[in-house]
């Protein structure tokens, strides 16, 4: 059996597409280099359906709840494109608070069998400018709910 180590994972992310389209198309913005874990997780309701004289209970499932987590390290680079930027940039352009889009690769590399693409709209629900003790990397972790569910394609 094989196993696979993340060490060059993708991560991109962006606006919806005009129109309003959230799953064509590659978000506009790579913070792949900032990402130091991501975690896609879908829990599902449940509902419990026991009846009298049953000795146990019973539960049936209901609708999927997805979520991706990541955690970035936090970088105000001199360049334009720094992660702060791309999340919280100033005026009507600010992703936070929005549906976008997100794309992830386990490799850093075209999409194929052995790297599939998971992509889905997602709410860019939280966001920490600045978070970290004294001595320590400035990081910054969020939780955001993906809108339905999440695609898989590999090509």
Not at 4 to 25: E, F, I, K, M, Y
Not at 44 to 55: K, L, M
Not at 76 to 89: A, K, R, T
Request: aromatic residues 8%; contains cysteine.
């Amino acid at each position: 059996m094989s196993a696979l180590v993340l060490t060059d994972v993708q991560v991109l992310l962006g606006p919806c597409a005009a129109g309003g389209n959230c799953l064509s198309g590659t978000p506009a913005y790579d913070v792949s280099e900032w990402v130091t874990s991501v975690t896609l997780s879908t829990t599902h309701d449940i509902f419990e359906t026991t009846q009298v004289n049953d000795t146990a209970k019973t539960r049936v499932p209901g609708l999927a709840d997805n979520v991706v987590s990541v955690e970035f390290n936090q970088d105000f680079g001199s360049g334009i494109l720094d992660l702060e930027y791309v999340m919280n940039q100033p005026g009507a352009a600010s992703l936070i608070g929005t549906i976008g889009r997100m794309l992830i690769r386990p490799k850093n590399a075209a999409t194929s069998a052995g790297n599939p693409q998971y992509y889905f709209e997602v709410v860019f629900s939280e966001w920490q400018p600045l978070s970290g003790s004294v001595g320590d990397i400035s990081t910054i972790q969020v939780t955001w709910p993906i809108n339905g569910v999440i695609n898989k394609s590999y090509s």
